[in-house]
């Protein structure tokens, strides 16, 4: 601070600052009206500037991160979203989404989700009656030795997927009551590719479609009213093998006395089928 500066803060303090030979301080109030008067054109540069952002002021926009390789599921036209691990950046550019049906996965993989397009039970003690679910359950068990259900359900497989890897394919189903179960809530189950054309309400049992000889087998674990999954990927990777799709029979493997029903394609828990493929 200048000599001068320090003379007119005394003489301030003393109230003489309006004398003769005395002096004027600028307070910061009076640097604010000072401003206000330089006039909108200045007012204008900076709200410009604040506009703009500091991506246009640099030129281009940073890319998007993945937010820990996770990324939203929607590669639908026009607005794709899908995450490349190599970069940990969002792709948002519809040609370099790589999944041609489903979505593109945090992984690169592609998942593809169908509801039942068709769906038929049949029964061996009623070989020409027509069962094809609507507001009915389909069935799969055994009663005694050769009384059995078979269900069989069809999905719309987008035609992509006979030139894709698919890793691995999962069936859900709404078990929606059984009959005359004891212990475990667990059903042994075989899963077969359907090989031939069918339509729903036309098939019985003794009209059937045919089945690829090959099963995937495992243990169906079911809560009443919940769904309950099957891997089937050795099913749908047999009917990409075969180069066509007809849909999967179900029913169970050396059960006895036992029968599941499970919510039919009518329903809002229709029978679904996820498929993840590269």
């Known amino acids: 601070m200048g000599k001068q500066s320090s003379a007119c803060i005394l003489l301030v303090l003393l109230g003489l600052a309006g004398a003769p030979g005395g002096c004027h301080l600028i307070f910061p109030f009076d640097l604010q009206e000072a401003s206000t008067e330089a006039g909108p054109v200045d007012l204008g540069d900076r709200e410009a500037r604040a506009e703009a952002g500091p991506a ?6 940073p890319a998007p ?18 995450c490349d691990p190599s970069t940990n950046q969002l792709v948002v550019s519809c040609k370099d989404c790589p999944c041609a049906a489903g979505t593109c996965q945090s992984d690169g993989r592609c998942k593809i989700s169908l509801l039942a397009s068709a769906d038929s039970y049949t029964h061996y003690y009623q070989p020409a009656t027509l069962f094809h679910g609507g507001d009915s359950p389909l069935m799969i068990g055994r009663w005694g030795t050769d009384d059995v259900w078979l269900t069989y359900l069809n999905f719309q497989v987008p035609a992509v997927l006979q030139q894709a890897e698919v890793e691995q394919a999962v069936l859900s189903v709404f078990v929606d009551a059984w009959s005359a179960w004891t212990g475990a809530k667990q059903l042994p189950t075989e899963v077969r590719t359907v090989t031939s054309s069918w339509k729903e309400g036309t098939i019985t049992f003794k009209d059937s479609p045919t089945v690829s000889t090959a099963a995937v ?3 169906l674990t079911f809560v009443l009213k919940t769904l309950a999954t099957l891997e089937v990927t050795g099913a749908v990777q047999i009917s990409k093998a075969g180069g066509a799709w007809y849909g999967l029979r179900l029913g169970c493997d050396g059960c006895s006395d036992k029968t599941l029903h499970l919510a039919s394609r009518e329903t809002s828990n229709a029978p679904r089928l996820e498929i993840t493929y590269r």
Do not use: F, H, I
Request: aromatic share 4%; glycine share 8%.
């Open 65 to 82: 991160s993945c937010q820990g390789n996770v990324a939203p599921n929607s590669c639908v036209p026009n607005l794709p979203r899908w």
């Open 217 to 219: 087998k495992q243990q």
């Open 56 to 61: 246009d002021l640099a030129g281009q926009e």
